[in-house]
Structure formats: structure tokens, C-alpha cells
């Protein structure tokens, strides 16, 4: 490959990796704390809450490992594969009775 | 982990530091609007009175509207604020939104001042900045994520944290700003880390509702659960009259155990099925949600009250009351208020870093770089001098000008953006000194304007005990003097390398006129 074409390529994956950290983090991360507002075995309100208030950190930590880890693939099938499972579930079971 | 820290702090980092200054001014908001109507002599008075004369007012002027909401004074606010809503079907009569009215929490007559914003101009900038909704407030979320991003990344990066602590290298340019950006993060990371995540915790409900959705069917029924349910009964049809409302004040401070009531809400205030629901003010404690008690207007009985918050809830509270800082006395509000300007320095130290790393002497400096160096002026100089500009416009235009709370608000942004504009004529170093001096030359002339446009100068103030506005005009020269002095000391900086570059051309220019001659 030229010189060029390597780095359109990187340029490529670059934009790629931003677009999993900041948008599959945010959907991983909503998806995830919802899926665990909803299983957790507390009040509704209360786990819906808790589920809430610590979504962010969640995101945080998504976005930072998603530049962390080398494999681009690797953060891509765990972040977007996470946020897709949990969304699947979610549906699946639908709001507490 | 430095490689993402540097991009996260860079991209955001010029809104970042107006969110920090704004957020951090607005720690006084009450006092910002008291300054900025000087003619307003208002006394504190008790929560029952306030809530009468109040109550009073909305009888008088607006006795068959829907809904009033009625926002009563602490020792801080001082004016009474009343927002009403028109019946649906006597809203098609009338085309003007009901304004929100302020009133004299003694007397009950709306007050008689210029008209302003006031320090809520730089409240709603803080977490809206400036932007029609929701964009404002997706994009300062999205900021405060890229700063909770680069909290943790800049922690796992300073390996060596508690020894650079104790590090400052005076006057060794990169490796100072280094050092000032790790002294004014590490300091006070507590207060950096504790105001990013609980700034996102006061919109959550905006940026993260799907929790909600996963558990509820209908996002109210959440609400109902966490807060208690809202009385929502229909309007009766039967004409009533409200029971006097200073015994029921009295009656809910009794249950709270002297806790004060904030907010007075009574739906269908002129009918037999009218409710008064009180709610406490978040100053009380560290949960900023301090609950409601609600009673039946036409007889004061006590109807319900808001359940007690489980853990998740409470913690949510107490994350909202640690962002607004109600619950501070003045001490604490201090330390807040200088907390908030070190989250500024930390941002923009960085920036300054960031710049100071990539300048290369007698290089030309890459686009980027000239980019970031102009956005570092525009932030960093420029929206200080816009934020004086605002309290200038306010001694400034006349006080019967119609719009005047509009043109001092376009007077910040004109004087903010009009100087970064202005600033691109100038060559960098230059660019920096002169905004920077005309920025404290702006904060320096607050004192003098107030003194010569008000009764409320400087010196009155002191002699008659007048602490706020003594307290104001001072800290305005404080910051005037901070802007002058980074001013100064660029300037000599900027001096010194230049003299000698001067002594050693001198003798290649007299080479030169020897070999033409």
C-alpha cells in the first residue's frame, strides 16, 4: 500500500474508533445500566435510579478503554456487540410488570 | 492515556472554561441580581408573609388562572417571584405568554427596578450556553463528558501524583504551565471530579432516561414513585374561595421540624377543588429535593406529602445539592466560588500547554496551532472582558429603557466575540497582553461607573455597612488586578527575548551598509 493510501486507512480507523467510544460507549453504557435497572432485584424506582446515576461512569470508562485497547475489531464486537445484547434482552423482557 | 487526555481537554476545553467561569459566578447569583438593581432596598421577611402578600397579589391580578407558581425569598434572593398559567380555553383570548413577575416580599407590589436578567443570564449560559433547546444543553453534556474522560485519564497518566503535587518550576515556560496545570487538577481533583458528575446528574433525566423506559411503561409513573404523585384533581366547576395560607406555611415548617418552604404551587385557586402544595427549600440540607406536602385549598386539610427517597434517590439529591451549592453558608460559598476559578485555571493551564508544547522558536507555527492560539485568547481573555461588559451595560443604559435586559446580554457577547475578532489583527503575544489589559481595564471601571451612576459607590457602601455591594465592587478590582498582572507579566516575558534578538542583529546591518557603500 502507498504512503497515502496507509494513511487514509489510519484516518479511516481513527474515525471509526471515535465513532465506537463516543457513540456505541453511549449506547453501550445506557443499555447496560438500563439492563441492570431492570434486573436488579430492589424497588423499581430505586433501581431505575441507581441504574441512572451510574451510567455515566460507565460511558467514561467504555470511551477511555475503546483508545486504550490496540485491536480496533476488539473494542468494536465488545462495545457495539454489548450495547445490541443488552438492547435485545431489554426488549425481550419489556418494563416490569 | 496522555495521547486521549490532551484530545478530550482540547476539544472541549474552550467551552469548558466558559461553563467553569459562568458556573462558577453564578455560585452568587442572588447577589449578581441584587447589584444589578440598585434601587431595590428590599427587607428579608418570614416564609408565611411572603407566601400572603404573594398569595394576595395572585388573587388580585390573575384569581382564575390555572395554576400559580409562586417562588418565595430567602435571606439571599430577597423578592418574591411569581409565574401564573391561563386556563386553556382563556389562553386563545390572550396572545402574551404571562411574563414572570417579582415582587416585594413585605408589601406585595411588584418591584419598581431596571430590568435585568441578572445573575440567572449567567446561570441558564452555564448549562444552555446560549443555544435554543436542546442543543445547548446536549452539547455542555457532551463537554462534561469529555472532562469526566479526562478526570480519569489524566489520573491514570500522572503516575506520579502526590510528588508532583509539591513541583511548581517558576518562569521555565512548557514545564511551568505543566506544573500550574497539575497543581490546579491535583489541588482540588475532590472538587474537579465531584462538580463534572454531578453537573451530568442535574440533567440525567435529559441525557439518560432509558433506565425509565426499561422499568415503566409511562415515564410518569416514575416520577410518581420517586417525588410522590402530583394532586391532579379536575377543577370541581364550584366556585371557593382559598383558605388564608400563612397557618398552612406554619403547619408544613412544623412537620418539616423548621425546615422553610421554597416553592408555593396551587392548582384552580378559585374552585372547590383547588390544592396548595408546598415544597421545601433545598437549602435545608445536602439533598436539594427537600419533599412536598400538599393540602386542599378551599379547607386546608392536609391532603399527602412526597414519600421519603430511598438510598438511590437520596443520592441523587444529594449529587444535585452538592452541584448547586444551596445548602452553603457564606464560608462554604467562598470556598466553592474559589474551587470553581481553580477548575478554570486547571482548563486553562492545559490549554496553554498544549500550545506552549507545539511552539517551536522562529518556526512558523502549523494551522492547528495558530487555530488553538487564537481560541486560547478568545476564551481565556475574551469572555472575562465580555462578563464585565455585562455589568457595565448595567450602570450603563438608562434604567427606563425599554429591552435594556436584552442589550446587556448582547453586550457581553458583542464585546466577547467583538475582542476575540479584533485580537486576530494583532500578532499573538501582542494579542494576549492587549486583551488581557482591556479585560482589566473593563473589570477596574465596574467601581467607578457604579460610583458615578448609583448612590451604592464603593465608598458608601463601606461606610454604611453595605456588605454585598462593598463586596462586589472589591472583587471586581480583585480580578481586575489578576488580569493586569498576567497581562504584565506576558509583556515582560515577551521583552526580554526580543532585546537580545535586537543586539545581534545590529551588527549584520552594519555589515551590510559596509559592503553596498
Known amino acids: ?97 | 492515556m496522555a495521547w486521549i487526555h490532551g484530545w478530550l481537554g482540547l476539544l472541549a476545553g474552550w467551552i469548558l472554561f466558559a461553563m467553569f467561569l459562568t458556573g462558577t459566578a453564578s455560585y452568587f447569583r442572588p447577589e449578581i441580581t441584587r447589584w444589578m438593581q440598585p434601587e431595590l432596598h428590599l427587607r428579608a421577611v418570614p416564609p408565611d408573609m411572603a407566601a400572603a402578600t404573594a398569595v394576595a397579589w395572585a388573587q388580585a391580578n390573575a384569581p382564575h388562572d390555572e395554576q400559580w407558581y409562586i417562588y418565595l425569598p430567602d435571606d439571599r434572593t430577597i423578592a418574591t417571584r411569581i409565574f401564573t398559567r391561563p386556563r386553556p380555553d382563556a389562553a386563545a383570548a390572550r396572545t402574551a405568554r404571562r411574563e414572570e413577575v417579582r415582587l416585594d416580599p413585605a408589601s406585595g407590589r411588584p418591584l419598581a427596578a431596571r430590568d435585568t436578567r441578572g445573575g440567572e443570564h449567567f446561570y441558564r449560559f452555564h448549562f444552555q450556553l446560549q443555544l435554543p433547546h436542546p442543543w445547548g444543553r446536549w452539547l455542555a453534556g457532551l463537554c462534561a463528558m469529555f472532562m469526566l474522560g479526562a478526570i480519569l485519564s489524566g489520573v491514570v497518566t500522572h503516575k506520579r501524583i502526590f510528588v508532583d503535587f509539591f513541583t511548581l518550576r517558576w518562569g521555565k515556560g512548557q514545564r511551568s504551565w505543566l506544573d500550574a496545570h497539575n497543581v490546579s487538577a491535583v489541588l482540588a481533583l475532590p472538587f474537579h471530579a465531584m462538580i463534572t458528575y454531578t453537573g451530568l446528574i442535574t440533567l440525567v433525566l435529559m441525557y439518560m432516561p432509558w433506565p425509565i423506559a426499561a422499568n415503566y411503561a409511562k415515564p410518569a409513573a416514575f416520577a410518581a414513585e420517586a417525588f410522590g404523585a402530583e394532586p391532579d384533581t379536575p377543577a370541581s366547576g364550584r366556585p371557593a374561595r382559598l383558605v388564608p395560607i400563612a397557618p398552612l406555611v406554619g403547619a408544613a415548617m412544623r412537620e418539616w421540624q423548621g425546615g422553610r418552604p421554597g416553592t408555593l404551587i396551587v392548582r384552580n385557586p378559585d374552585d372547590a377543588a383547588s390544592t396548595v402544595t408546598l415544597v421545601r427549600d433545598g437549602n435545608d440540607g445536602l439533598n436539594a429535593r427537600g419533599g412536598s406536602i400538599s393540602y386542599a385549598g378551599a379547607t386546608g386539610a392536609r391532603l399527602s406529602a412526597s414519600p421519603p427517597p430511598g438510598p438511590a434517590i437520596e443520592t441523587a439529591g444529594v449529587m444535585l445539592g452538592l452541584h448547586m451549592g444551596w445548602f452553603a453558608g457564606p464560608v462554604l460559598r467562598w470556598a466553592y466560588f474559589l474551587l470553581g476559578l481553580t477548575g478554570g485555571a486547571m482548563v486553562a493551564t492545559g490549554l496553554l500547554l498544549w500550545t506552549a508544547k507545539r511552539r517551536r522558536p522562529g518556526a512558523r507555527p502549523f494551522l492547528g496551532l495558530g487555530c488553538v492560539e487564537r481560541l486560547n485568547i478568545g476564551a481565556i481573555a475574551c469572555l472575562p472582558a465580555g462578563m464585565a461588559a455585562f455589568f457595565l451595560a448595567n450602570r450603563l443604559i438608562p434604567a427606563a429603557q425599554p429591552g435594556r435586559a436584552d442589550m446587556e446580554v448582547a453586550a457581553m457577547f458583542w464585546v466577547w466575540f467583538g475582542l476575540a475578532a479584533l485580537a486576530l489583527l494583532r500578532p499573538v503575544r501582542r494579542a494576549w497582553i492587549e486583551t488581557l489589559a482591556v479585560a482589566a481595564a473593563a473589570f477596574a471601571a465596574i467601581p467607578i461607573v457604579n460610583a458615578s451612576t448609583t448612590d451604592r459607590g464603593l465608598l458608601r457602601s463601606i461606610a454604611s455597612g453595605d456588605g454585598l455591594f462593598a463586596a462586589f465592587d472589591l472583587a471586581m478590582l480583585a480580578i481586575a488586578t489578576g488580569l493586569g498582572f498576567a497581562a504584565w507579566r506576558i509583556s515582560r516575558a515577551a521583552a526580554a527575548p526580543r532585546r537580545r534578538a535586537t543586539v545581534a542583529r545590529v551588527p549584520a546591518a552594519v555589515t551590510e551598509l559596509a559592503d553596498a557603500a
Open chain 1, 1 to 97: 500500500m502507498t504512503m497515502a493510501r496507509k494513511a487514509a486507512g489510519r484516518g479511516w480507523h481513527l474515525a471509526a474508533r471515535c465513532l465506537t467510544a463516543l457513540v456505541g460507549g453511549y449506547a453501550a453504557a445506557a443499555a447496560i445500566a438500563s439492563l441492570g435497572a431492570r434486573l436488579l432485584p430492589i424497588a423499581a424506582a430505586e433501581a431505575t435510579a441507581w441504574g441512572m446515576i451510574l451510567s455515566f461512569l460507565l460511558f467514561a470508562v467504555l470511551g477511555l478503554w475503546a483508545f486504550h485497547e490496540h485491536r480496533l475489531g476488539r473494542v468494536a464486537l465488545v462495545i457495539w456487540g454489548t450495547a445490541l445484547a443488552s438492547v435485545a434482552i431489554l426488549l425481550l423482557l419489556g418494563p416490569r410488570g
